[in-house]
């Protein structure tokens, strides 16, 4: 029996809020563990975790009263470094989107997402895959593109590991990249761990970011 992913919820809109906990409440596989409408108040209850459920997602709006999105996503990172971030915003300014995958969200999803969008995005993640809204990854696409060349990494990937970081690219996950490539789940998950070192990344979208920043995947 799979274990239910605990999701907080950090959004400032008491009627999205609603929304996205009503739709999450009847998924058998998940659970609300924290609704919060400021970053300060959820980042103040991580200090006591003392017999307290974590979350194993965290969906963070960035627009919230006070300490911002952006801002706190450091902090949740700190207090939480196995816990999955979906940042779940308005926003598609460029600005925003690198921001937070750089700081280490491990998705980037527009409230305009349908509820089993979200949901799916949610899966995704706790499998190791990447969640980027399908509007967000072509603009970002299209931004690096029109980046100048830069030199490849000092550690090379393996052929291996880049094939992996293709199909990462692809928003394939650790189950369906071994499926694909006949290796066991251990095995790619090694082999993206190594991957996110020689990057110098933490997880499945900074690490195709900084593939195509540093040339090591083409824009084709």
């Known amino acids: 029996m799979k274990e239910t992913i605990q999701i907080m919820l950090v959004e400032d809109h008491p009627k999205y809020r609603s929304i996205i906990e009503m739709a999450l409440k009847h998924e058998s596989d998940m659970a609300i563990c924290g609704t919060f409408g400021a970053a300060e108040v959820a980042l103040r209850s991580l200090q006591d975790v003392q017999n307290k459920v974590m979350p194993n997602v965290i969906l963070l709006d960035l627009n919230l009263p006070g300490i911002s999105g952006l801002e706190s996503l450091p902090w949740f990172r700190q207090y939480l470094p196995n816990t999955h971030i979906i940042v779940l915003s308005q926003s598609d300014v460029p600005e925003d989107v690198f921001s937070a995958i750089q700081q280490g969200a491990a998705g980037y999803l527009l409230k305009s997402s349908s509820l089993n969008q979200i949901k799916d995005g949610i899966r995704t993640v706790i499998n190791g895959g990447a969640s980027l809204d399908p509007k967000v990854a072509v603009y970002i696409l299209e931004q690096w ?5 830069v030199k490849k990494s000092e550690k090379a990937l393996s052929e291996r ?17 071994g499926d694909k490539l006949g290796i066991g789940y251990g095995s790619v998950a090694t082999y993206i761990r190594r991957i996110y070192e020689k990057l110098g990344v933490v997880n499945a979208p900074a690490a195709i970011d900084m593939a195509y920043r540093k040339g090591i995947l083409p824009f084709d």
């Open 145 to 149: 593109k029109r980046q100048p060349a």
């Open 161 to 177: 590991e880049l094939e992996i970081l293709k199909l990462l690219g692809q928003g394939l996950v650790k189950k369906e990249i």
